[in-house]
């Protein structure tokens, strides 16, 4: 079974930092693209940041400049470090995988259980 785990949300004033991280568990092959989206209040979930299994970045613009994706895939895990946090960041962030393959088979669309960011003095 495949699963997608994230860590690291919390409480954080405005103008701080946090690193969230996911980790993919199971007899895991290969991963595609990763990447983290978030969902605040009475909100859409949307999309902050992709990471592609080359590497190849991508972000929303209200995070350029602040956020950044990485990834490690000998760990199968994505992180995310966030810089000069405000409060229109507070969701929960959840972790993405959109093709992976297994022991068992292909998975596609993979999502975590999510972490809460707030971001509050």
């Known amino acids: 079974q495949v699963q997608l785990v994230e860590s690291g949300g919390g409480l954080v004033q405005p103008g701080g930092s946090l690193r969230l991280s996911c980790a993919a568990s199971?007899?895991?092959?290969?991963?595609?693209?990763m990447g983290w989206y978030r969902q605040a209040p009475e909100k859409e979930r949307e999309l902050v940041a992709t990471?592609?299994?080359?590497?190849?970045?991508n972000y929303a613009d209200s995070v350029k400049g602040r956020f950044t994706i990485s990834r490690d895939n000998a760990k199968k895990r994505v992180y995310l470090q966030m810089n000069s946090l405000q409060p229109e960041d507070t969701a929960v962030y959840y972790c993405?995988?959109?093709?992976?393959?297994?022991?068992?088979?292909?998975?596609?669309?993979?999502w975590g259980q999510g972490t809460q960011v707030t971001v509050s003095s």
């Open positions: 199971g007899s895991i092959f290969s991963i595609n693209t």
């Open positions: 993405n995988v959109d093709r992976l393959t297994h022991r068992y088979g292909t998975v596609y669309n993979a």
């Open positions: 990471i592609t299994s080359g590497a190849s970045t």
